[in-house]
């Protein structure tokens, strides 16, 4: 019985502890794509934490002072968690983000007498992401990391987005692109590598 109840006791104790509050701070865009990529990065990131119960994420916005650096380092993302009450943050850099499209003709069929023909239009994203995480308590960086994601559609006649600045993360909204698929993926790894130390 006493067996029984330590056994009991281990599976229930972390399935009663508090959520762990994680800060999500917008991403420095070092790939070129724009200021508000970052934050939708950050939101991506938000929203994947929340499939997981043990976890209280917070997107916080960051609008910098006239004098300010848009960078956030450490120093200032634990400034920013406290003031939000939340034990750890997020932050990080969007390092590469590319979408090439191709196309080529695929050959004609004869319908009544008319020659039809379409094309082949194949896009391909990649991206690479570095996520920071940092202790709010013990005032330092845990741990980098370094995910990647990437995607290739090949659609016949179709017109495919390869604009990395505008991405639903809804996938029945229309944001399964592939650039959204590609980033999907490295947040999904950043995520479950985050989750895996705390």
Do not use: C, H
């Amino acid at each position: 019985m006493k067996t029984f109840m330590v056994a009991l006791l281990l599976i229930l104790v972390p399935a009663l502890a508090p959520a762990q509050k994680i800060g999500i701070l917008p991403f420095e865009d070092a790939a070129g794509v724009g200021p508000e990529f970052g934050e939708q990065v950050a939101k991506f990131i938000r929203s994947e934490f929340l499939k997981d119960k043990k976890f209280l994420p917070k997107f916080i916005a960051f609008k910098p002072g006239e004098d300010e650096s848009t960078s956030i380092d450490v120093e200032k993302a634990i400034a920013l968690g406290k003031k939000n009450g939340v034990e750890y943050v997020v932050i990080g850099t969007i390092l590469e983000a590319e979408s090439n499209s191709s196309s080529s003709g695929i050959g004609g069929i004869n319908v009544f007498g008319q020659s039809v023909g379409t094309s082949l239009r194949t896009v391909t994203a990649s991206i690479t992401i570095q996520g920071d995480l940092i202790s709010v308590k013990k005032g330092e960086l845990v741990e980098s990391f370094r995910t990647s994601g990437s995607k290739t559609d090949p659609s016949v006649g179709a017109d495919v987005s390869t604009e990395w600045g505008s991405l639903n993360a809804d996938k029945n909204a229309g944001g399964d692109t592939p650039n959204a698929q590609a980033l999907r993926e490295a947040v999904e790894q950043l995520v479950e590598e985050i989750s895996g130390i705390l």
